[in-house]
């Protein structure tokens, strides 16, 4: 029933911008915290940035200022907008939905290089 599938993720230059969103089905995402987390290779997966059912955003030290999650009611999905991307920032990118028994994307991969 619940899907999350991740898209926008590619290749992008030191400094450049991506776009990536999390399309969800068989939930509202006004109704669940919602968030995005990363894996980099031999890394463990960390968070990136969630939202609460209230608004309130949190984000990692290291992307703060430069990520912005957001979320589209009407459309049930979540945005995370990267801007200044680093090269630390490749990795493969997973939406998450959290409850009791989380529920994950595929992921999408965003690699930042020149």
């Known amino acids: 029933q619940v899907q999350l599938v991740e898209s926008g993720g590619g290749l992008v230059q030191p400094g450049g911008s991506l776009r990536l969103s999390c399309a969800t089905s068989?939930?509202?995402?006004?109704?669940?915290?919602m968030g995005w987390y990363r894996q980099a290779p031999e890394k463990q997966r960390e968070l990136v940035a969630e939202?609460?059912?209230?608004?309130?955003?949190q984000y990692a030290d290291s992307v703060k200022g430069r990520f912005t999650i957001s979320r589209d009611n009407a459309k049930n999905t979540v945005p995370l907008q990267m801007n200044s991307l680093k090269p630390e920032d490749t990795a493969v990118y997973y939406c998450?939905?959290?409850?009791?028994?989380?529920?994950w994307g595929q992921g999408t991969q965003v690699t930042v290089s020149s």
């Open positions: 998450k939905l959290a409850r009791v028994g989380d529920y």
């Open positions: 939202i609460t059912v209230a608004g309130f955003t």
């Open positions: 068989g939930i509202s995402v006004s109704r669940n915290v």
